[in-house]
T-cell receptor, first 113, second 113 residues
Framework: AQSVTQLGSHVSVSEGALVLLRCNYS??????LFWYVQYPNQGLQLLLK??????LVKGINGFEAEFKKSETSFHLTKPSAHMSDAAEYFC???????????FGAGTRLTVKP | NAGVTQTPKFQVLKTGQSMTLQCAQD?????MSWYRQDPGMGLRLIHY???????DQGEVPNGYNVSRSTTEDFPLRLLSAAPSQTSVYFC????????????FGDGTRLSIL
């Protein structure tokens, strides 16, 4: 089965600094890859996804991620952190030929003023 | 536009009791799914549905039943509650298979004593 590893359960950055959240996956067939954000006491919100085509994917709120097959990675970045970006972020993978979704354990992002 | 609505928001049960978590969406989405979220484990897929009358198991289906008699509703039933089922449960939906899960409800916080 496919799986996801998010490196770092907590990441802290200063406001205006680069945000980099790391995600590595394993999948025996071409994967669909996702990033979600969760604010306290809310459900998840889809930030961006990769299915096919361009490997650099742009999402909402200025986030983007790049699918690197050779590195089996799908890291999430944002050039300049805002206070409102503080939340928990989840990477997820699903094989392109089924419906079974697997999530990483999450990375909590803290933004310092 | 309500999106995905989950009820109740909070529930406390005793071991052995049964209950149904409700999920409804008003977007006419074919794909719906149930997840549980536990600390440090991300989300895990319980059951999913690709349309009315069609359901399938996810990663952790034991102890749960689902049915999909209409496009709008996808209830999750706990047959005989156990303390290990204490969790936050999320329902999600999407219009296309490639996007799922896309829209999440706000969750049901369930405690089993």
């Amino acid at each position: 089965a496919q799986s996801v590893t998010q490196l770092g359960s907590h990441v802290s950055v200063s406001e205006g600094a680069l945000v980099l959240l790391r995600c590595n996956y394993s999948s025996s067939v071409p994967p669909y890859l996702f990033w979600y954000v969760q604010y306290p006491n809310q459900g998840l919100q889809l930030l961006l996804k990769y299915t096919t085509g361009a490997t650099l994917v742009k999402g909402i709120n200025g986030f983007e991620a790049e699918f690197k097959k050779s590195e089996t990675s799908f890291h999430l970045t944002k050039p300049s952190a805002h206070m409102s970006d503080a939340a928990e972020y989840f990477c997820a993978v699903r094989r392109s030929n089924n419906n079974d979704m697997r999530f990483g354990a999450g990375t909590r992002l803290t933004v310092k003023p | 536009n309500a999106g995905v609505t989950q009820t109740p928001k909070f529930q406390v049960l005793k071991t052995g009791q049964s209950m149904t978590l409700q999920c409804a969406q008003d977007m006419n989405h074919e794909y719906m799914s149930w997840y549980r979220q536990d600390p440090g484990m991300g989300l895990r897929l319980i059951h999913y549905s690709v349309g009315a009358g069609i359901t399938d198991q996810g990663e952790v289906p034991n102890g749960y039943n689902v049915s999909r008699s209409t496009t709008e509703d996808f209830p999750l039933r706990l047959l005989s509650a156990a303390p290990s089922q204490t969790s936050v449960y999320f329902c999600a939906s999407s219009e296309r298979r490639v996007d799922q899960p896309q829209h999440f409800g706000d969750g049901t916080r369930l405690s089993i004593l």
